[in-house]
């Protein structure tokens, strides 16, 4: 991009960016065959919204581009939570919702990752099946929300998704074969189980409380199977007061000192009241000579893997 072009952009200068296109008709065509930003870009990442204005009035198709790290305009401006820059530029039309740049994430993938509330209702009224989309890591909106611990815009999306009758996606799987439930109960988000299963704000019926991932997994038995912390119980409460389940035959990971004592809910309440840690629920299964350990060891080992996988993993 012409080293001027690139400074009227930087400060906004919309007089500047009139004087070169007055001196060279083409100089905006040029800036396009360059790869990395756009005047665009530069002017949505500096928050010049006026300057954006100009600039999609003498060459609109700069708001469809994407630059070297995947970002069209909009995505740099949802990332920002600057509104006024999202509804400028929603005025070049409500498809750039859609643009997908790095891992296919559109805009509201960023907007829910970074929790930018008022940018995500704009996003979602421009374009309400934006709110359906997934990532290459087949993640939607709603997952990086409860992925990235933004609370507040995860309550946001499950109100758009019963504004816009799209509660559907509260079941949607990712890579793995894990739905919402999953990730917040591996997550330790007892805030998100709770207001999932609570009834209050959806109904509860459309949560699938037992659904397996490909593991063969529960949100149940991850909530069993990951390291404990102080809250488990609750969750773990929350879900069995759910219907929650766990497969008949699953792995106690309580130490055994005879007979393995039949599944109950009230058994299951009190090893969750247990703080043991991932190593010594290992170490358990290799001392109860009693019970199948090498298949109770490989399955936990299992879901450590998972958990340690990046779908699990914050950004």
Request: aromatic share 6%; net charge negative.
């Amino acid at each position: 991009m012409d080293t001027r072009l690139l400074e009227a952009s930087r400060t906004g200068n919309a007089d500047q960016l009139y004087s070169l296109v007055r001196e060279n008709d083409l100089i905006l065509n040029t800036a396009s065959l360059v790869e990395g930003d756009n005047p665009l870009h530069v002017a949505s990442l500096a928050g010049h919204v006026n300057f954006i204005r100009e600039i999609l009035k003498l060459r609109i198709e700069f708001a469809s581009e994407l630059n070297w790290d995947g970002f069209s305009p909009l995505h740099i401006a949802a990332v920002r939570g600057d509104v006024d820059i999202v509804r400028e530029l929603l005025k070049a039309g409500n498809h750039l919702c859609l643009v997908k740049g790095r891992e296919e994430r559109i805009p509201l993938h960023y907007t829910a990752i970074k929790g930018r509330g008022e940018v995500l209702k704009e996003l979602v009224s421009a374009r309400p099946d934006s709110i359906e989309e997934v990532t290459a890591r087949r993640e939607s909106a709603l997952r990086l929300a409860v992925k990235n611990c933004q609370f507040e815009a995860f309550k946001m999306l499950l109100q758009q998704l019963k504004q816009f009758n799209k509660e559907q996606v509260l079941n949607c799987r990712d890579g793995q074969g894990n739905q919402i439930l999953h990730l917040a109960v591996a997550r330790k988000q007892y805030e998100v189980v709770k207001f999932l299963l609570s009834g209050e704000a959806i109904d509860q019926n459309l949560i699938e409380v037992n659904a397996r991932n490909e593991a063969g997994l529960t949100p149940l038995d991850i909530l069993v199977l990951v390291n404990s912390e102080a809250g488990d119980a609750e969750i773990a409460e929350i879900l069995m007061r759910s219907g929650g389940t766990r497969p008949v035959g699953s792995p106690s990971v309580v130490v055994a000192t005879g007979d393995p004592e039949p599944q109950t809910e009230q058994s299951n309440r009190n090893h969750f009241q247990s703080r043991r840690t991932w190593t010594g629920r290992c170490l358990s299964f290799l001392v109860n000579d009693g019970s199948p350990w090498l298949e109770y060891f490989l399955l936990a080992l299992q879901i450590q893997c998972l958990k340690r996988a990046q779908t699990l993993q914050p950004n």
